[in-house]
């Protein structure tokens, strides 16, 4: 992904994933200032990754990549020493 687009930090509601409450711009903007597309992005996956209870291609589905784009992302984020919600497809 080479430009990064307030849709892609913050998807459409899918039927996937019971949507959460709005942040309030105040709890949003903190997250974004100072960080790295790439550090926005792994947030993001993670956050998914958690809310679909590990289900990679529920997540990929939700976040609109390739299963194998997100398996990739993954094993970069494991290699990084992140902890990476247990893979339960």
């Known amino acids: ?38 550090e926005v992005e792994r947030e993001l996956v993670l956050q998914t990754l958690g809310r679909c209870d590990g289900n990679r291609t529920r997540a990929a589905r939700v976040l609109g990549v390739s299963v194998r784009t997100l398996r990739n992302k993954i094993r970069q984020y494991s290699a990084d020493g992140l902890d990476v919600p247990a893979h339960c497809d």
């Open 1 to 38: 992904m080479s430009q990064v687009f307030p849709i892609h930090l913050f998807p459409a509601p899918s039927p996937e994933i019971p949507p959460l409450p709005s942040p309030a711009p105040n709890e949003i903007v903190p997250l974004l200032i100072g960080s790295t597309v790439g």
